[in-house]
């Protein structure tokens, strides 16, 4: 205690004769100034967000976010966390009790599920027809599993004959499969692809983050063994804690693991005893986002009371009502087969002569919407429009269509 005092008194000394002696004071004195930037007010301007995501959030979930932070093991907040586990059960429809939410954006929900269903020298049959399966390809490779693609060209799902045989040949233990294609616009059908996969011994994973909320899916009834959604798509709220469920099979697969999950942070043994799944005791594991847990609860809270069935048929008749607005003005639609388009994110050709930018750029600028462009297979070639949750509704579809067709008559033509 003495000598700390003792030696800070003399760095004090040390710094006093420095300056007396007209030496800069290197160590104590900052180079970096502060930054004009942030000596600006935060800068938000008002926009209908029209995009793949986020979605614009309401003044419900917003004010959540607004509240003061308590403890992340306050009773209140724990209750919090209850209540959204609850709230995911409803939303999943499942009775799964590993359900919670990973701290983190959508990735993080498909790294927690393929980082602890997946170890070295496990087989993972991956469903390619647009970027997610891509992704979920690239974090399997990386944690060293024998990844075996199975394709479908962008615009088309995997019937049951292809997921059959994909099983068949490759004998996986997992088999991805992304709901809803938000890089092209495709619902995959999910009837009977569980009780297929558990026939050949497979467990079935799930990326629901773009279709969650918008078009049925029953985990329970549907056998899917690993679930996930994000927050800032039909849930409308802002992102960052995104829900995830994993079944007793997936759980039994997770105990017989020969080594421990390679992330802490997502390891499901910490995060499910954080979040109380096992009745037990809870440990802290790490700090939950509170404000993003307060907007979620809030999220989840508004689902429930507008009903699951509501929801779905909310998103299907708006996504109706845009796809006849957008053939009506001589545009044309990417997934050709209607039972196959994806209720909240609609993909629709850049017509010809037309730069996409030049249309999404005039849409930002003169009606304040975003809407975007392909990604991945559909980088160039199409615009992606989403309605989802709190702004899917009969009115921004007007509104879409209205500033669309000002698009169309202002943008140039492109010389290309
Ligand atoms: C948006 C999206 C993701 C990724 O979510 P982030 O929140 O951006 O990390 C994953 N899968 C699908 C199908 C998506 O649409
Ligand atoms: C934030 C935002 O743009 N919200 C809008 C969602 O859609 C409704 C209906 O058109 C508008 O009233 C909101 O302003």
Redesign the pocket.
Known sequence: MHRTAALSISAIALLRACSTAGCTMAATTPRVPPPHGLLRPLAVPHRLLLG??PSNVPPRVLAAGGLQILGHMHPEVLQVMDEIKAGIQYAFQTQNRLTLAVSG????A?EAALVNLLEGGDTVLVGINGI?GQRAANIARRLGAKVCEMLKPPGEYFTLRDIQEGLAQHKPSVLFI?H???STGVLQPLEGLGELCHRHGCLLLV?A??SLGGAPILMDQQEIDVLYT?S??VLSAP?GSSPISFSERAREKMLRRRTKPPSFYLDMGCLGSYWSCDGEPRMYHHTVPISSIFCLREALAVLAERGLENSWEQHRVVCAQLCRGLQDLGLKLYVKEEAARLPTITTVKVPEGYDWKEITAYLMDKHSIEISGGLGPTAGKVLRIGLMGHNATQDNVDRLLQALSDALQHCQHSRL
């Open positions: 793949p995501g954006t959508g990735h993080c498909m997610w992304t809803g294609e938000s990326d983050v773009a994000g800032q798509k992102p």
